[in-house]
């Protein structure tokens, strides 16, 4: 995917993120509000000059954006209430007790960013024991007080963890992708 469609991505995960459905609902509703925002996006990509961006087509409907183009395919899921893709690795650790902010799955992996009222160290600490007992092997692991970074490594398979304090509340944040090298 090219630079302009990645951050024509981005836009749409801000746009997602701060749900202006919710906002729009109210008024219009959630199709309609659903509707509005895949039209302005599907827009913005068929008049892109770049021919690359304006072969992809993006569909949203339920908390679900569906980005589809040449290069493949991209679903974000977001929203009140967001799940793990039904499809998401089943050798991958993921705690029972965190809050889902976003979920993404792209053609060959997974990302998942979620908050936990666990501490960095103890986060990191179940990720690691539980990810080795999965038959990860851990590769790096950078620790730097409040925040730290894990690698992963299974068969062909790279494992990557950023998590960090929350800057104004209590718990952490936690990005975790999974992916083909």
Known sequence: MTKKLLLIITISLLIAACNPADAISDAIGNKVAEKVTETIINN?????????????NVEIKNGKMV?????????FNTGKEI???SDFPKDVYMPKKVKI???MSITNGYT??????????ELAKQFINESGKLKW????????????????QKDKRVLNLIIG??????????????ADK
């Open 83 to 85: 799940k793990l893709p």
């Open 67 to 75: 980005i589809k183009s040449n290069d493949g395919k991209v679903i």
């Open 101 to 103: 902010v976003m979920a």
């Open 137 to 152: 092997k851990k590769k790096s692991d950078i620790n730097a007080g409040d925040q730290q970074m894990l690698v992963f």
């Open 112 to 121: 998942v960013t979620f908050n936990s009222e666990q501490t960095t160290a």
């Open 165 to 178: 304090k929350k800057d104004q509340s209590k718990g952490t944040a936690c990005q975790l992708t999974v």
């Open 44 to 56: 913005a990509i068929k008049n892109d000059t770049d021919t690359s961006i304006n072969k992809a």
